[in-house]
């Protein structure tokens, strides 16, 4: 369980995170949006024992990060790729990641197989990985002492769409075996795909947070379509809910899909297809809260 509470950091005069309060519970990836300058580093640095708060906490499991006894063994933390001897093989940076943690050598080879960098690319040098490569590396890193809980500052940067959907069965797998998972991204598809819960964050301050399903129901609507359209529309108009024309031969219904189905049931009409309308949901919830078409447009370029 990571708890994030009242959480404030200051840097002078500029306050980087105001607080900031939020927890992300174990069986549940939590994606952590917001455009840049928001303050997704500097509450993921803090979690992690690498910014002092200047008010408030943010603990793992009911602890500060430098109170656990092994907190690697416990955490899985990827702030900055990059951030490796570019002389070292892959192999050579994870066998003293693994001295340093006391976890066996065997636990190597098996976190190289699973991050996909299994034989020649161990041998590779840092210097001549891809930025892929090097995320794969992290997250090799992260997950060496076999962690309950995950930290990963935009871990999906740099890899290409395989990798991303790779990455996206890893997090869900490790979050379905009881794991904890804090994600920032700016891919607001892939955290779309991925997340359980979403937390929003702006200007230093908490926009939104909830489950995915109830932030983005308020969206869009709900999509419906059925073998016979006008008796649909009919039925929708009946029970009060307004109805606009959707793609092709779809409507969308100003209402959730619950009150929606309920409507259409009432009314004994048959429906091929209802759920919540429009793809581009996150991307509307992140601009109507963050105010940030600009980044938006910047993210999905
Ligand atoms: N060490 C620091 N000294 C001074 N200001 C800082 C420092 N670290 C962060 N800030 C400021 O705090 C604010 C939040 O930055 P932060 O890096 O947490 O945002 P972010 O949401 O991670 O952004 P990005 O998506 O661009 O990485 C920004 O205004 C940034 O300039």
Redesign the pocket.
Known sequence: MITIEHLTKR??A?V??SDVSFSCAPGTVTGFL??????????M?TLVGL?EPTSGTATIAGRHYRELPNAGREVGVLLDAGAQHAGRTGREALTLAAMVLGVGRDRVDEVLDRVGLAGRPAGKRLGNYSLGMRQRLGLATALLGDPQVLVL??PANGLDPEGIFWMRGLLRGFADRGGTVLL?S?LLHEVEAVADQLVV?SG?RIAAQGSKSELLAGTGGTLVRGPDRALLGRALEVAGIGVTAGPDDALVADAEPLAVGQAVAAAGVVLTELRPAGGAGLEDLFRSLTGSGQQVQEVLA
């Open positions: 840097y002078g500029q980087a995170v917001g455009p840049n300058g928001a303050g997704k580093s500097t509450t640095r910014a500052d935009e920032s700016h964050i230093g």
